[in-house]
């Protein structure tokens, strides 16, 4: 399926209501005529999936520049920037223009932001003296539809910027998309959410609710549920080995924006494919959601049913093998050519966690998960450093050590960051700071009393404006409480014998039996018993900043089919592995899941979060 084709579902309905967001984007009044673009790498897959090269060649963009250091070749009298509003894009603008004038050339500019402009931006114009030598527009892109349960806001920079660095920039910006969604869909009665982030997007788009003067309220709902949650609110899964088919296909060969780039190894060929990985694909809609183990007896059957439908061929008379080329020949062999595919990137992904000894690693998981064997764990962390396997592999694997454990014993934090260091180098002594200040891996302290004092300070600081100071001591103050609240939720299944994972009982099957994912648990329970009631401990000792609804909840009737519709907001990413596990507890008690994320996540993304991040 060529890409820029959109796929149908729920999802893809906000295209529909809202086209003016994927309209003709390159035609502003302000530069007409040829024009060279220059996109920032961040916006690339995005744009490809609803304008291609030929349409933007129809738009008069004449040639496509990607955003970078390095002496531009434009010959072009018309330059126009597609970019994030960051400083640094701001900064490459400036150095472009700056040059143009040394040199006494006259062109004309157009910085055109992606999702929205930012004051910073227009001040660091001013600083640079060409505010008035540049026109500005907005690309109000908040969603991309890419799949037909799946939006994205595709901003992988969030957890860095808001949960590192505690820059509430892009809050407005997510309330933005919440609205946009209030607005198509009609009004969220029943929203309900946990972590500081949320309940701030949560203020600001009920701000915006009432700012706005439509008539959604006097429309019936499409959607009944809205949850919306951190990340920080559950680390724990998202440094989680994958092992339902998508997510593995995501930490193997890294999903780009619903597709991924599959190599000759898969592809049995000197060529590389770009597949859009979503429910028009018939072979991968069946096998995304289960557990790898099941993978491949899946398609070693859709094999032999697809030689059977071809060798339906044989004793067709004439007008029968007209009507079996013209209708179904044509989906036989796209149907083929997708499982050949597929079972190209299982045998790939065998091999690669073959020779990564996978079964070894998730043995280590798992103990680390119900708290066992943790001596052994840390010898097995210890030997991933010494053998160096990756920086990001060996960094998460401590983190998942210090995030179950409510943080590291003073010696083993320090003989693990040694070794870590003498392994992959003192430059990462950055990255353990960055990991201490969002909480992913920290020490244990002595005693309770510095903790007490920066909670107490915490709760004094109160003010919206002084939010950068309480997310700071928030942050120090933070525990991460797995081993309480995995025991008031029943995280760790119980079961006699073996775990089925191929008739799963409950969302556990997303990690192979061994841990029911934290996030979709708490949501589990809270649309269970309609609230936060009966689950104060859990809130607790999840650091609180839960809220439900203030308005009246609307009332059960059976005969709405959104009564069952559920937008799960995941703030700073989710990963495969929850999207799965959620489907799942859909079938199971008849919901159907809408999901809106910030960025697909995964452990990797993590931490190269933290590797690249600067203070």
């Given at each position: 399926m060529p890409l820029g084709q959109p796929v149908p579902g729920w999802a893809f309905r906000v295209r529909e209501r809202y086209p003016g967001t994927y309209?003709?984007?390159?035609?502003?009044?302000?530069?007409p005529g040829k024009k060279d673009l220059f996109i920032e790498a961040d916006l690339m897959s995005p744009l490809d999936r609803i304008a291609n090269v030929s349409i933007l060649k129809q738009h008069e963009v004449d040639k496509l520049y990607?955003?970078?250091?390095?002496?531009?070749v434009s010959t072009s009298d018309q330059l126009c920037f597609l970019v994030r509003p960051r400083i640094k894009n701001m900064k490459y603008v400036a150095d472009i223009v700056n040059a143009d004038k040394a040199m006494g050339r006259s062109r004309k500019y157009k910085i055109i932001f992606s999702p929205q402009k930012f004051y910073s931006c227009e001040l660091v114009l001013e600083e640079e003296g060409i505010y008035g030598d540049v026109t500005c527009d907005e690309w109000a892109f908040y969603l991309l539809p890419l799949d037909?349960?799946?939006?994205?806001?595709?901003?992988?920079?969030?957890f860095r910027d808001y949960f590192l660095e505690g820059d509430q920039r892009w809050i407005s910006t997510i309330a933005r998309a919440l609205q946009l969604l209030n607005s198509l869909f009609g009004p969220f009665a029943n929203t309900y959410g946990i972590g500081r982030c949320a309940k701030m997007v949560y203020e600001v788009w009920r701000e915006l609710v009432?700012?706005?003067?439509?008539?959604?309220?006097?429309?019936?709902?499409?959607?009944?549920?809205?949850?919306?949650?951190?990340?920080?609110?559950?680390?724990?899964?998202?440094?989680?080995?994958?092992?339902?088919y998508e997510g593995l296909v995501d930490d193997t060969f890294r999903i780009k924006c619903g597709s991924v780039d599959f190599g000759p190894d898969v592809t049995s060929s000197d060529r590389s494919f770009k597949v859009l990985l979503n429910a028009q694909d018939k072979v991968f809609s069946e096998i995304r959601n289960e557990h790898f183990s099941n993978v491949f007896g899946f398609l070693s059957q859709k094999a032999r049913n697809l030689q059977t439908q071809y060798d339906r061929r044989r004793g067709m008379d004439i007008k029968q093998m007209k009507n079996f080329v013209s209708q179904e020949l044509k989906g036989l062999k796209q149907e083929h050519r997708l499982l050949s595919l597929h079972i190209g990137a299982c045998e790939s992904i065998m091999k690669k966690k073959t020779k990564q000894d996978f079964q070894e690693l998730l043995k280590t998981e798992h103990s680390l998960l119900e708290g066992f064997d943790i001596r052994e764990s840390t010898s097995y962390i210890e030997e991933h450093i010494d053998r160096q396997v990756s920086p990001s592999e060996s960094l998460r694997l401590m983190c998942l050590l210090s995030v179950t454990e409510n943080g590291l014993i003073p010696k083993d934090y320090r003989s693990l960051k040694t070794q870590y260091l003498q392994s992959y180098g003192p430059e990462h002594l950055l990255t353990f700071h960055n990991l201490k200040r969002i909480g992913l891996l920290t020490e244990q302290a002595p005693g309770e009393t510095l903790t007490a004092?920066?909670?107490?300070?915490?709760?004094?600081?109160?003010?919206?404006?002084?939010?950068?100071?309480?997310?700071?001591?928030?942050?120090l103050a933070r525990k991460s409480n797995f081993r309480g609240i995995s025991k008031k939720l029943g995280l760790i299944p119980r079961v006699d014998g073996e775990y089925n994972l191929k008739v799963p009982r409950d969302m556990a099957y997303v990690f192979s039996g061994a841990y029911i994912p934290l996030s979709c648990k708490i949501i589990e329970q809270v649309l269970e018993r309609k609230g936060w009631l009966g689950l104060e401990e859990v809130v607790r000792l999840l650091?609180?900043?839960?809220?439900?609804?203030?308005?009246?909840?609307?009332?059960?009737?059976?005969?709405?089919?959104?009564?069952?519709?559920?937008?799960?907001?995941?703030?700073?990413?989710?990963?495969?592995?929850?999207?799965s596990a959620l489907r799942f507890l859909g079938k199971e008690k008849g919901y159907k899941?809408?999901?809106?994320?910030?960025?697909?996540?995964?452990?990797?993304?993590?931490?190269?979060?933290?590797?690249?991040?600067k203070v």
């Open positions: 309209g003709a984007l390159f035609v502003p009044p302000q530069l990607k955003v970078e250091n390095k002496p531009i037909d349960d799946l939006l994205s806001m595709e901003l992988p920079e969030f009432e700012e706005s003067e439509g008539d959604s309220h006097a429309r019936r709902p499409e959607i009944s549920h809205v949850f919306l949650m951190d990340r920080d609110v559950d680390y724990v899964t998202a440094l989680c080995s994958q092992v339902v004092v920066e909670s107490k300070v915490s709760k004094l600081v109160t003010d919206r404006a002084a939010g950068k100071l309480t997310d700071a001591f928030n942050s650091n609180g900043n839960e809220f439900a609804p203030t308005e009246p909840v609307m009332e059960e009737n059976p005969a709405w089919e959104a009564q069952r519709v559920i937008l799960a907001v995941f703030l700073g990413g989710c990963t495969f592995s929850e999207i899941f809408i999901f809106l994320t910030t960025a697909i996540t995964s452990s990797a993304r993590l931490m190269d979060a933290m590797l690249e991040a």
